[in-house]
């Protein structure tokens, strides 16, 4: 059985202006791919579950800290401390930042 990997997170959120999520979004949510940054480029994309304090909404142009829970082995091969991803919904919408990182094997 493989376990989850769970992440402390800082999502930033682009503002609805700046081209990011028209309305807030409920938590928790899969609703945002995390796709990996690589040499400037997207790369593959990981759902996770995002998590946020009280169950607190996803505001655009905001910045917050959440756990976010990775269900699929995948994960193992780039979440780590400091790893950087966009968050995609349809378009890039903000980004994240991984700053811990337990479970599966960590």
Do not use: C, Y
């Not at 976010?68 to 790893?83: K, T």
């Amino acid at each position: 059985m493989i376990m989850a990997t769970e992440a402390q997170t800082r999502l930033n959120l682009r503002s609805t202006e700046e081209g990011g999520m028209r309305r807030p979004l409920q938590t928790p949510t899969p609703s945002l791919v995390f796709r990996v940054i690589s040499e400037g480029d997207l790369g593959p994309g990981l759902v996770g579950v995002i998590h946020t304090e009280s169950g607190r909404p996803l505001i655009p142009g905001e910045s917050v800290a959440a756990k976010v829970v990775f269900p699929e082995a995948e994960a193992n091969d780039f979440v780590r401390p400091g790893a950087r991803f966009a968050l995609w919904n349809l378009r890039v919408v903000g980004d994240a930042e991984i700053s811990a990182v337990r479970g599966a094997g960590r």
